[in-house]
Each structure stands twice: as C-alpha cells, then as structure tokens.
C-alpha cells in the first residue's frame, strides 16, 4: 500500500529514460547506458567564457517581449493546473472535455482565469491547440514553460525549426502573444499574479546524499542530470550548460527582462501575491532522499534563484493585513502539495500522466483534482473574489505527511522498502520503518481539512511540535 501511494514520478518529466512503460523506475539503468549523449550542447569544462556576459546578450535579445502588468477586473476565480502532457490523448480529451462551470463554484467561464504551471508539451502544434482550448474555457490564461517545453522536436514532420532552446524560448513566447496567453504580471482587485521563468540546477539539492558505503548502485546526482532527457533533448548556446548553474541563472535573469513593474508606485497595503513556476524553489517541497525512488532526483527538479525571487517579491507586501499575503503556485513533481514554508504557501496541483493516476492516485489528488473517473476532476481554485486564497487545506499526500513528521535528511543510510529493492544493501544500512504508523496518526489528526489559521498555518503543526518534543524526552 505504501508503495502504490509513494512511487515518485519527477522522472518521468525529466529523465524518463529511468521508467518503463509500467512507471517502474529502473534506477540501475545507469550501470549499462553508455557514456555518449546525443546532445550538441555538451560543453568542455575548461573553457572558461564569461558566462555572465553571454547571459547578457541573451537578455538582450528578450527586450522586446517585456509585458508591463495587465488588468483583469471581471475576473472573480484563479484556478491552477499544471504538467498536462497533452502528448498524451487521454489529457487531450480530459481538457476537451473540460467544462465551463463545475459543481464546486458558481462563478462562470468568463470570470475565470487559469494559471498552467508548465509541461503541457514539446510539440508547438499541440501547445497552440492547447491554449486555443483554455481559451475557449477560461477568460485569461496565464503560462510558463516547463522543462517538456524545451525540448527540440526532432520527431515531428518538421519539427519545431529551432537551432536550441534559447531558440525554443522565443518561439513559445510568440506562441503565446499571438494566442493571447499571459506570459507577465496581472492585477486581479488587490491581487498580483506573477508567473516566473525558472530551470533546474544541482547545487539547488542542498541535503546530504545517501551514504554510498551504506548502499551501493545510487547514480550520482550529475550522472543522473546527463542520463535525464533535459540534458538529451535540450541544446544550449556555449557556453551555457547543464552541468552547472547557468541554465537556471539564464532563465532566471529572463525575467528581469520579461516582468515589467517599472510603473508600479505601490503594490498597495491590502495586495496579495500569487507567484507561479514550472520547477520547485524549495528542496522541502520534494520527499526525503531516502523515499524517493531515485534519490537524486532533486539534482533535477528546482532552483534557488526561483526561492530568491519569490522571498524578494515577499518583501515588497504590506505586512499590515492579516493573514497568508504570498501563494506559490508549481508543478514538474508530479505530488500533490499545500505547505506552509516560512510564511508562503506552496501549491501543486498536476494532470500528470494517465498511467500514474492507475497507479497512484492518492499522491496526486488535490481539492477537485480528485476522484477515480477523470471526468469529475477540474482545475483547483486558489483564489476567489471574496475569500482570497483557500482558507482550508487542499490535500497532497506528502505535503500531510510533512506536517505531521519531521524532516530528517541526514537519516543517509536509510532507504523506504519500495527504494531499497532496486539497490544493493551494505553494512550499516537500514529499511524505513513501516507507514502504519504514519497512516494512524494521519487519520487521527486530518480526520478535519480545515485546521487552518488565520495566517494559513495547520493547527496540526502545533501539536507535532509537541509530540516531537515528548518523543525527544
């Protein structure tokens, strides 16, 4: 049971040549895949280039796509959604599908706007079709690309034409201005919505590894960055690369450029802030090493430029209104999530892929993103007119688990049994200890969604605060 609600899926948006057709993760794959990667962007090292200068002329180029903030007045709802995978026909057919109203909230389609945090596709064809159908849904639509974006299309008839990324870049952005797709900062009432372009970088992993002597088969975090498909399927301008921050310090700079709040006097005392990204600004909104079938999956899945911004934006809200003022919305996990980390509230709600809803629905459930016939799961609101963000808990399988047990990365020789299986124990290794546990004190204390402060912490916080100190004496 505690396999079929815990198998982790990042990988199979970013390095799927880890899973089989079944969602099984083969993290021994690495042991017989050859060290030659089909990938142009592959960068010597040793040249040294002034990164920082050729970001700079990159910047340059995206001058002309700077968006100055748009107002939305009518709208009353923002809902979120994120990782799509249109390629996939059962989520085209689910987004056709979609109704204009649901049975959660009265307001219409046309007071509606949707937030779409990333991987929808690689194929530009079926990213248009799928903004011309939000479209034809939802009133506004705002974007931003995730990693699947990205890749060159090499498959299609034509392909998408694009010589790299920074390429593949451009071309969304003019997809999305000729769909009429936000790509900047939005004014709904008192509420700014802001998405951020982001990428992933190993040095954002900053918990300990699993201890090697311990087990034994764990790729290294940047073998799993260049057996993932990111580093595959995407090409970079030299000497931008993979390998090391610049990537993510590209894309991050991308939004100096882009977001236009130069003619902003004031966010205004009783304003509140919906960020949204593609990748995770905070390595506590993924599981612990010693859970996650790949353990160095977090080499690949978030930025700390991304947490930067989000705590600079943080600072520019009125501390005077009471209440969660900041809401993160992400996505590219693939695990449901509603945490409070330091004052902001973090949120992911995935389509993900079809097979994964068959094998793990319950780690993906969150409010109306929920249920076993995919038909009578919808876009989860985050925010509303009159009763801004949530006032109750979402869901999210971990994001519970978080706040009822403590995180505890440096347990490195440790590995949950659905991990341990696919390694070779050494000495001094161990097996995480049952769930039940966990799932009792689960029920007891979740048995109400509605445990929430004025401020958006969980009531449950509190009392494992206090359970943690009993169990410490």
């Not at 945090?117 to 903004?131: C, E, K, M």
């Not at 949120?347 to 629905?361: I, K």
């Amino acid at each position: 049971m505690a396999r079929h609600l815990l198998l982790f899926s990042t990988l199979a948006a970013v390095c799927n040549c880890f899973t089989s057709p079944s969602g099984i993760w083969l993290a021994r794959r690495h042991q017989t895949t050859t060290d030659h990667f089909a990938c142009s962007a592959q960068i010597n090292n040793e040249d040294d280039a002034p990164i920082n200068s050729h970001i700079s002329q990159l910047q340059s180029r995206f001058q002309k796509y700077r968006s100055p903030p748009f107002h939305a007045p009518n709208i009353e709802r923002v809902l979120l959604l994120s990782d799509l995978h249109c390629d996939y026909s059962e989520n085209r057919e689910w987004l056709s599908n979609l109704a204009t109203t649901d049975e959660h909230n009265a307001s219409s389609s046309e007071q509606t706007m949707i937030l779409i945090a990333g991987d929808v596709s690689h194929d530009l064809q079926i990213l248009r079709w799928t903004f011309q159908t939000l479209k034809q849904t939802f009133a506004e639509v705002a974007f931003v690309p995730g990693n699947h974006e990205l890749w060159l299309d090499k498959s299609a008839a034509e392909g998408d034409k694009c010589s790299d990324s920074i390429d593949k870049m451009e071309r969304i952005i003019q997809l999305c201005l000729e769909e009429d797709i936000r790509i900047g900062p939005v004014k709904v009432g008192s509420l700014w919505i802001v998405p951020l372009l982001s990428w992933h970088h190993l040095s954002f992993d900053s918990e300990p590894p699993i201890c090697s002597e311990s087990w034994a088969g764990i790729p290294s975090a940047s073998r799993t960055v260049k057996l993932g498909a990111d580093y595959r399927k995407t090409v970079w301008p030299h000497p931008i690369t993979p390998l090391d921050d610049s990537v993510a310090q590209l894309m991050d700079s991308l939004n100096d450029v882009i977001l236009d709040f130069e003619n902003i006097d004031e966010w205004g005392e009783d304003a509140t802030i919906l960020t949204f990204s593609h990748f995770l600004p905070r390595v506590e909104l993924l599981p612990e090493k010693r859970y996650l079938s790949l353990p160095t999956l977090p080499a690949c899945s978030g930025s700390t430029f991304l947490e930067s911004r989000l705590r600079e934006l943080n600072e520019k809200m009125s501390s005077k209104t009471d209440g969660m003022k900041h809401l993160h919305a992400f996505g590219h996990s693939h695990l449901a999530y509603d945490l409070v980390v330091e004052d902001v509230r973090y949120v992911h709600v995935p389509l993900a892929y079809p097979r994964e809803w068959e094998q793990r629905r319950r780690s993906l459930e969150i409010g109306t993103m929920a249920g076993d016939e995919s038909h009578r799961r919808f876009p989860v609101s985050i925010w509303e007119k009159d009763g801004n963000f949530p006032s109750e808990w979402l869901g999210g399988w971990w994001s519970k688990y978080y706040t009822i047990m403590k995180r505890e990365p440096h347990r490195t020789k440790e590995l949950a049994p659905w991990v341990a299986r696919r390694f070779k124990q050494r000495n001094s290794a161990a097996i995480v200890e049952d769930f039940n546990h966990v799932k009792m004190e689960m029920k007891h204390k979740l048995q109400h969604p509605s445990h929430w402060n004025a401020k958006g912490t969980w009531y449950a916080e509190k009392e494992t605060m206090k359970d943690r100190k009993q169990r410490a004496s």
